[in-house]
Nanobody, 120 residues
Framework: VQLQASGGGLVQAGGSLRLSCGVSGSYFTIKVMGWYRQAPGKLRELVAS???????SYADSMNGRFIISGDFAKRTVDLEMNSLKPEDTAVYYCHANMFSTMTAINGDHWGQGTQVTVSS
């Protein structure tokens, strides 16, 4: 199983970025996909997630600025980030919770992380 994220970069405050993540591999069913972030000196935190019933969850601090979309057939999850603030600067990680059809075990899988830097 591999999660490949892309779309990070440098943007000015008030700008927008879109992150994308694709999941590859075999013998699993994706239950939840989402994005987490980790700023320097801080714990990794949930940004947003979507499950395979299209139930969405957002961190309160996103205040409607971020929009997550998940396509479970294509195994992709995108994060549209608007009105970015310097405090949004972090490494953003793609995440998927999957059920292995080989082992019958749920597991968490992570992408490699993509840097988002918002300048003031």
């Amino acid at each position: 199983v591999q999660l490949q994220a892309s779309g990070g970069g440098l943007v000015q405050a008030g700008g927008s970025l879109r992150l994308s993540c694709g999941v590859s591999g075999s013998y699993f069913t994706i239950k939840v996909m989402g994005w987490y972030r980790q700023a320097p000196g801080k714990l990794r935190e949930l940004v947003a997630s979507v499950d395979n019933r299209q139930t969405f969850s957002y961190a309160d601090s996103m205040n409607g600025r971020f929009i997550i979309s998940g396509d479970f057939a294509k195994r992709t999850v995108d994060l549209e980030m608007n009105s970015l603030k310097p405090e949004d600067t972090a490494v953003y990680y793609c995440h998927a919770n999957m059920f292995s059809t080989m082992t019958a075990i749920n597991g968490d899988h992570w992408g490699q992380g993509t840097q988002v830097t918002v300048s003031s």
